[in-house]
C-alpha cells in the first residue's frame, strides 16, 4: 500500500486543503488583481498537483507498482482535485460577467459523476474493463490542467493574455468533456437490459 506511486496519490489529497486555503488567503477579490505571492503559490501548488498526477501512473507501470488500493485512490484524487479547483475558480470571477466558467464547471463535474457512477455499474457486473481511459479523456485531463492554471495564474504570462488562453482551454476541455463522456456512456449502455 505505501508504494511511492501511492505515496504521491495521497499527498495529491493533503495538498488540496492547503491550495483551498491558498485561495482564500487571497489579500483582493476584484476583476484585476495585482500579482502577489498568493497567485504564484496557489498555481505552484496547483501544478505541484497535476504533477503529482502525471508520476504517480507512470511510476506505477514503469516500476511495475501497480495496486488496488491505487487503481482505487487515484481516479478518487483526480475527481477531488479537479472539482476542487473549479469550484475555486468559479468562486474567484464574477459569475455575473463570467457565467460561462461556472456552465463548463458544471458540465465537467458532472461528467465525473456519471463516468465514475458508470465504472462502479461496469464493474459490479464484470465489465469495468470496457470504460478505460480513451485517448480523448487524456486529451481532456491535460486541456482541464492547462486551463484551471492559466485561470489561477490571473497575470499575463509572458505577455499572453493568461485568462482569454484558459478560458479557450477550459471551453475545449468542455468540449472533449462532452465527447468523452458519450463515448463512456455508448459503452455502458450496451450493459443494459
Known amino acids: 500500500m505505501y508504494t511511492l506511486p501511492n505515496?504521491?496519490?495521497?499527498?495529491?489529497?493533503?495538498?488540496?486543503?492547503?491550495?483551498?486555503?491558498?485561495?482564500?488567503?487571497?489579500?483582493?477579490?476584484?476583476?484585476?488583481?495585482s500579482f502577489n505571492w498568493f497567485n504564484f503559490s496557489?498555481?505552484?501548488?496547483?501544478?505541484?498537483?497535476?504533477?503529482?498526477?502525471?508520476?504517480?501512473?507512470?511510476?506505477?507501470?514503469?516500476?511495475?507498482?501497480t495496486s488496488k488500493f491505487g487503481s482505487f485512490l487515484d481516479p478518487v484524487a483526480d475527481k477531488l482535485i479537479v472539482a476542487t479547483a473549479?469550484?475555486?475558480?468559479?468562486?474567484?470571477?464574477?459569475?455575473?460577467?463570467h457565467w460561462y466558467l461556472t456552465v463548463c464547471a458544471l458540465i465537467i463535474i458532472s461528467?465525473?459523476?456519471?463516468?465514475s457512477?458508470?465504472?462502479e455499474w461496469m464493474g459490479t457486473i464484470g465489465e469495468g474493463s470496457k470504460v478505460k481511459v480513451s485517448f480523448i479523456g487524456k486529451l481532456k485531463t491535460g486541456f482541464q490542467i492547462f486551463a484551471i492554471l492559466f485561470l489561477l495564474y490571473q497575470q499575463p504570462f509572458f505577455g499572453l493574455p493568461s485568462?482569454?488562453?484558459?478560458v479557450i482551454l477550459l471551453i475545449s476541455a468542455t468540449f472533449l468533456t462532452l465527447w468523452s463522456g458519450l463515448i463512456y456512456l455508448r459503452?455502458?449502455?450496451k450493459t443494459f437490459d
Not at 461528467?111 to 463516468?115: A, F, H, K
Open 117 to 119: 457512477a458508470l465504472r
Open 86 to 97: 473549479l469550484i475555486i475558480i468559479v468562486d474567484f470571477y464574477p459569475t455575473s460577467t
Open 7 to 33: 505515496i504521491l496519490t495521497i499527498s495529491r489529497i493533503i495538498l488540496l486543503p492547503v491550495f483551498v486555503i491558498l485561495h482564500y488567503l487571497q489579500p483582493e477579490y476584484s476583476e484585476n488583481p
Open 187 to 189: 459503452e455502458g449502455l
Open 111 to 115: 461528467r465525473e459523476i456519471l463516468v
Open 163 to 166: 485568462f482569454e488562453i484558459g
Open 42 to 65: 496557489i498555481t505552484a501548488t496547483y501544478a505541484v498537483i497535476s504533477i503529482t498526477d502525471y508520476l504517480d501512473g507512470y511510476l506505477a507501470r514503469k516500476l511495475n507498482m
